[in-house]
């Protein structure tokens, strides 16, 4: 086994350095283990050096705990496997899985993980475990502390045990004597003490994740169930969880959704009981406050564009597999709102888009409360739960508190089935006074929840930084004090994510607050939430789009000197040089973020005036570019047939890395990039659809004699009884996205009106449907054609799966009985044709495989040419995925995307429309 890699490059060092929390803390290094020995070596280390490790997944806590000063273990990279277990019945995860992957996988088995966090497309299970993770859907019952099974652990003596064995318990009695007898005489010590166990069970009534989950002792007998469950909550303060295996729950069939709008927060309050009375999967209470701050998401429903006053909205869900269910409960609900009080007016959605648009309401607040926060301000989200009779009277002494401490028109929303509240305060930690502001409201606030309500201080995100010092006001000091024993049983050296849940530092929730300084008006609304992270395919090469930004932050608070001139030059590399720009991160950003726009900007400003007058040279005579790379492309193919197999490919690459040490960037090649192809353009000045054959796919559109991309899609249009022809004034065009890409927006522009003005004229006037040979090309083109001179508005553009699926209805398809794989790249996601991509394969092959982690492949044009980096990065957990799965063919729709996936996982990859050739009767 080799050593771990710490990595102490400070770019790395800093984008570590913050979370979706207000806390920033930049740690000595980051390690992405690749093993359990691995993590082994990094607690021996960490134990005879006196670091602190704190293990990451994906950084989506809320209350400093995925931050350290130490060792940073990211987790995301290399545990994230999964197996199905029983027909989804069960999962086996490990904790960098992010949580929305196994609820992918389980789809097909129509069953689901437990916990429902609104971060579940970018929470990690280990995450997920380590804070207790319930949410929308889950509740208590099947909050991450009751839904898992077993698991296994690594404590920080090494010992390694499996709870799933049936001699677990007999395993940690000889292995760990110490912790195994520490456990029973703890739990000894609660039921002997009649108060301090009605304590216990009382606290659980409600949702409650801060400090230890005490009630592992109460639930349990046996100390490896009372130590797995200590693990849940733990935060990563008392060992590593390997693995876990999660139960799952039915995903029914049918389902409503419903949206009430109440004139006031009490009438919504009050009415919660009375819809619980029907079983409802979830209830969420949205007040005034955060209702206006989503007020900009497409599709609003109509009841909530006028809100005012104290206006509040409950959000409701109901499923069932019975669609007599469904009525009852509409009909049951109908009566309850029939002259209800208060009540402004509701509807019910039972389409999914409907409903997933209504969802977005909820899961897209906290970075939409991120959003309207004053700019150079940060966030801090606090997490309540109150028993539900005491509901409304809590919330109206919050406000009270919030106003007293001069937090004016803060949002509160959350889940109301539990009595789960969230809200969010909006400040700046530049002046002593504003972090003091924010000590007294948090004493303030304790004293509220704990001493009038006695309730949960936190119900869902656990103790974190955040609420540490708080932790033994909330339960007393003798269970503090036996808080306190397990950890430093657990942990004698106080290496596991020191001042997480226990902390001597009564202040530590006022240090290391997070700056948010105003940086740049396109990334100025991001709150770092961490949303972006696990569809970027940079994420394990250089840098996230989350961490651009956090490091383009701290340069902005960095005095200029040589270590900030250090810093730029490798943020150059980490940033900007490497960033896809493929526009993932915008879909997955609640608030529509898109870091490719800055990274343009910023390549765009790097240019001079010669290299934008030379970039519109070419934009206009692109045939010389084309003139150039087609035979070189072709010399290429003729070395690679020469030399022995893939070795045009090592040399190439070999070059181009020397020249990478002295600065110069070279171009890569892999012999999968296609030959040149023999178009034949025509004159005819009529056809049910024109081709545009895109510049790659006419400098690299043919993979054999039998398969050429343009050719293929004639044949088919012909085949399904339609004409379809490649007019003479084509040639030589490009859409413009491969200057746009690299920051020559002028050149961009300029090629892309050109090809516009050719479309106009072949298609008389837009008359025709122009097809696209490319999916990243239709999806530029379309873009562009939005901003474009109302002269084209007329203009139809049909990238490749669409046009695909509409010939398909005219054709008749034999059965493929092999298994394939489809790539939907970044481009069929943005353009919003994932559906229509999977019918079209399904027409054809009933055995589809779509890796839960495939996102974008990074290709980015000529982007992973030049850093092949990003490629591997991309790909890393795909090619883990599929690595057991005898998977030999895969089909996307991008030619860029084909080459690079085929030269990565090594399986043949090419266009949908080859198959759609093979199989037409």
């Excluded at 992957?101 to 995450?127: C, V, W, Y």
């Amino acid at each position: 086994m080799n050593n771990p890699v710490f990595h102490r490059n400070d770019i790395i060092r800093i984008a570590y350095s913050t979370a979706a929390c207000s806390y920033k803390i930049i740690p000595e290094s980051v390690i992405f283990p690749e093993n359990i020995y691995e993590i082994i070596h990094i607690l021996e280390f960490a134990k005879a050096n006196s670091k602190n490790i704190t293990f990451r997944g994906g950084g989506t806590s809320l209350s400093g705990q995925a931050l350290g000063d130490g060792i940073i273990c990211n987790l995301t990279k290399n545990w994230s496997k999964f197996e199905i277990l029983d027909n989804g019945e069960r999962i086996k995860c490990e904790p960098g899985l992010v949580a929305g992957r196994a609820n992918s996988a389980l789809k097909i088995f129509n069953r689901r993980i437990g916990p429902d966090p609104a971060s579940i497309n970018s929470a990690t299970i280990g995450g997920i475990l380590a804070n207790n993770s319930s949410g929308m859907m889950s509740g208590i019952n099947q909050s991450a502390y009751h839904s898992f099974e077993s698991m296994e652990f690594l404590l920080c003596s090494g010992t390694l045990i499996n709870s799933a064995d049936e001699d677990a318990d007999l395993q940690l009695q000889k292995q760990e004597a110490n912790l195994y007898n520490e456990l029973l005489k703890i739990r000894k010590f609660i039921f002997e003490n009649e108060k301090l166990l009605n304590k216990i069970q009382k606290s659980y009534e409600l949702k409650n994740t801060i400090g230890y989950q005490m009630n592992s002792f109460v639930d349990f007998n046996k100390p490896i169930d009372i130590l797995t469950h200590l693990l849940v909550g733990s935060e990563g303060t008392l060992g590593f969880i390997k693995s876990v295996i999660l139960k799952t729950y039915p995903t029914y069939k049918h389902r409503i959704s419903g949206l009430a709008l109440f004139s006031d927060f009490s009438s919504a309050a009050n009415s919660i009981p009375e819809i619980k009375k029907y079983s409802p999967q979830s209830v969420e209470i949205i007040d005034v406050n955060s209702l206006k701050s989503i007020s900009y998401l497409p599709e609003l429903p109509t009841i909530i564009k006028n809100i005012k006053d104290d206006n509040t909205a409950l959000l409701f869900d109901f499923a069932s597999d019975e669609i007599q269910d469904l009525v009852e409960f509409k009909s049951d609900i109908d009566k309850l709102f029939t002259n209800k009080e208060n009540l402004i007016s509701y509807n019910f959605e039972e389409g999914e888009k409907e409903q997933e648009n209504l969802w977005k309401i909820r899961k897209g607040l906290l970075p939409a409360l991120g959003k309207s926060r004053a700019k150079g301000t940060g966030v801090i989200i606090e997490d309540l739960c109150f028993k539900i009779d005491d509901f409304s009277s809590a919330i109206k002494d919050l406000r009270i508190l919030l106003d007293k401490h001069s937090y004016y028109n803060t949002s509160i929303y959350g889940h109301g089935l539990d009595g789960n509240i969230h809200f969010l305060l909006k400040q700046s930690f530049n002046k002593d006074s504003e972090k003091s502001r924010f000590g007294n409201f948090m004493e303030d606030l304790a004293n509220l929840v704990v001493d009038k309500y006695d309730a949960s201080l936190k119900a869902e995100h656990s103790t974190g930084r955040n609420q540490a010092p708080f932790v033994e006001k909330v339960w007393g000091s003798e269970i503090y004090e036996l808080m306190k024993k397990i950890k430093s049983t657990f942990d004698p050296e106080n290496i596991l994510n020191r001042d997480v849940i226990i902390s001597a530092d009564k202040q530590i929730h006022l240090k290391n607050l997070k700056e948010m300084p105003e940086t740049n008006e396109l990334i100025d609304d991001c709150i770092e939430c961490g949303f972006c992270e696990p569809v970027c395919p940079t994420r394990f090469a250089t840098l996230t789009p989350r961490q651009r930004i956090s490091v383009l932050r701290h340069l902005t608070s960095t005095e200029k000197n040589a270590d900030y001139l250090k810093l730029i030059k490798d943020y150059d590399y980490y940033s900007i040089d490497t960033c896809a720009t493929d526009g993932m991160c915008q879909i997955a950003c609640p608030v529509g973020i898109d870091t490719g726009k800055l990274t343009k900007s910023f390549r765009n400003n790097s240019h001079s005036k010669s290299d934008i007058d030379i970039s519109l040279f070419f934009a206009d005579k692109f045939n010389i570019i084309e003139n150039v790379v087609t035979p070189l492309n072709s010399a290429l193919h003729l070395a690679n047939k020469i030399l022995p197999e893939n070795k045009t490919t090592e040399l190439i690459s070999n070059f181009a890395n020397q020249t990478k040490k002295i600065g110069i960037i070279l171009h890569q090649w892999n012999h999968n990039i296609g030959k040149s192809s023999n178009i034949k353009f025509s004159n005819k000045a009529n056809a049910d659809f024109l081709y545009f054959p895109t510049c790659m796919s006419r400098i690299a559109g043919r993979i054999d004699s039998e398969q050429d991309i343009n050719h293929t899609a004639i044949f088919l249009a012909k085949k399904a009884g339609f004409s379809m022809e490649i007019p003479d004034n084509f040639k030589d065009n490009c859409c413009g996205m491969a200057f746009d890409s690299k920051g020559l927006k002028s050149a961009g522009e300029k090629a892309n009106l050109k090809l516009l003005e050719s479309i106009y004229q072949s298609s008389d006037k837009g008359r025709i449907p122009v097809v696209i040979s490319a999916s990243s090309c239709a999806y530029f083109i379309l873009k562009n054609l939005e901003n474009s001179d109302s002269k084209y508005s007329k203009i139809k553009v049909l990238e490749l799966v669409e046009w695909a699926n509409i010939i398909s209805k005219k054709m008749k398809f034999l059965k493929c009985n092999r298994q394939i794989m489809i790539h939907i790249n970044c481009s069929i996601e943005k353009l919003g044709l994932r559906e229509k991509f999977i019918e079209l394969a399904k027409k054809i092959a009933d055995n589809i495989y779509i890796p839960v982690h495939s996102t974008c492949c990074g290709s980015a044009g000529d982007r992973a040419l030049l850093y092949p980096e990003i490629i591997k990065s991309s790909m890393f957990q795909v090619k883990n995925e599929i690595n057991t799965l005898n998977i030999k063919e895969c089909y996307s729709s991008n030619l860029t995307c084909e080459f690079s996936v085929a030269n990565e996982l090594k399986i043949d990859t090419k266009s949908i429309l080859y198959l759609m050739k093979e199989f037409v009767i």
